[in-house]
């Protein structure tokens, strides 16, 4: 098990940016990906991102290719999410998820442990 903590979340305008950040403590040596999720008011959590820790393989969910990066400092057990030319609809609470076995997913149900979240707000 992993503990992990969100943080950079705030307020910001439309085509601004922020870039959130995921410490990981624990069992960080037996985690193979980790997730970037979120939830809009209202709605379900969905997928966002997310990064293999050993390849650094990346996946994203369509509206945010191009726009949003995922990365990681391993020596940090820290992964990023680099957020640019954001939108209103990107507003949400943004969790951070592990994930213990080989394969991508992006259903949530697949992640481990999960961090508390943080709120990103876009104003228009």
């Known amino acids: 098990q992993v503990q992990l903590v969100e943080s950079g979340g705030g307020l910001v305008q439309a085509g601004g940016s922020l870039r959130l950040s995921c410490a990981a403590a624990?069992?960080?040596?037996?985690?193979?990906?980790m997730g970037w999720f979120r939830q809009p008011p209202g709605k379900e959590r969905e997928f966002v991102a997310a990064i293999t820790l050993s390849s650094g393989l990346t996946y994203y969910e369509g509206s945010v290719k191009g726009r949003f990066t995922i990365s990681r400092d391993n020596s940090k057990n820290t992964v990023y999410l680099q957020m640019n030319s954001l939108k209103p609809e990107d507003t949400a609470i943004y969790y951070c998820?592990?994930?213990?076995?080989?394969?991508?997913?992006?259903?949530?149900?697949?992640?481990?442990?999960w961090g508390q979240g943080t709120q990103v707000t876009v104003s228009s």
């Open positions: 624990g069992r960080t040596f037996s985690v193979y990906t």
């Open positions: 998820a592990a994930d213990y076995t080989s394969v991508i997913h992006t259903a949530p149900t697949q992640y481990s442990d």
